[in-house]
Nanobody, 126 residues
Framework: QVRLVESGGGLVQPGGSLRLSCAVSGFTVEHYTVGWVRQAPGKEREAVFCVSIGDGSEHFPDSVKGRFTISRDIAKNTVYLQMNNLKPEDPAVYYC???????????????????WGRGTQVTVSP
């Protein structure tokens, strides 16, 4: 059974950093692409960062370029989202997700992810 559990969210000042964790069970992060998605109140879900296991390509919006990055700890079966220089537009619930129909790629649209964690809240405030 696929299970994803996010943690690491919290309150941080603008310019601060957080590292979110996505603990995975039911599959190995060595062979599955795990992406990060966020949803702010009143807004649609937005893909934040994804690295394709198949070809190593990175997918992220310009809004997080140079600030966010993904890493994996295969031994812990965990994927991390490192977020630096957090801005007032970054607060949201952050989710990790998997596109099970082709686990080697990042899906083209957020709605293609079909396994989701419950999310972790990130708040940015002075």
């Amino acid at each position: 059974q696929v299970r994803l559990v996010e943690s690491g969210g919290g309150l941080v000042q603008p310019g601060g950093s957080l590292r979110l964790s996505c603990a995975v069970s039911g599959f190995t992060v060595e062979h599955y692409t795990v992406g990060w998605v966020r949803q702010a109140p009143g807004k649609e879900r937005e893909a934040v960062f994804c690295v394709s296991i198949g070809d190593g390509s990175e997918h992220f919006p310009d809004s997080v370029k140079g600030r966010f990055t993904i890493s994996r700890d295969i031994a812990k079966n965990t994927v991390y989202l490192q977020m630096n220089n957090l801005k007032p537009e970054d607060p949201a619930v952050y989710y990790c997700a998997v596109y099970s129909r082709d686990v080697r790629i990042c899906p083209k649209v957020v709605s293609d992810y079909d396994y989701w964690g419950r999310g972790t809240q990130v708040t940015v405030s002075p």
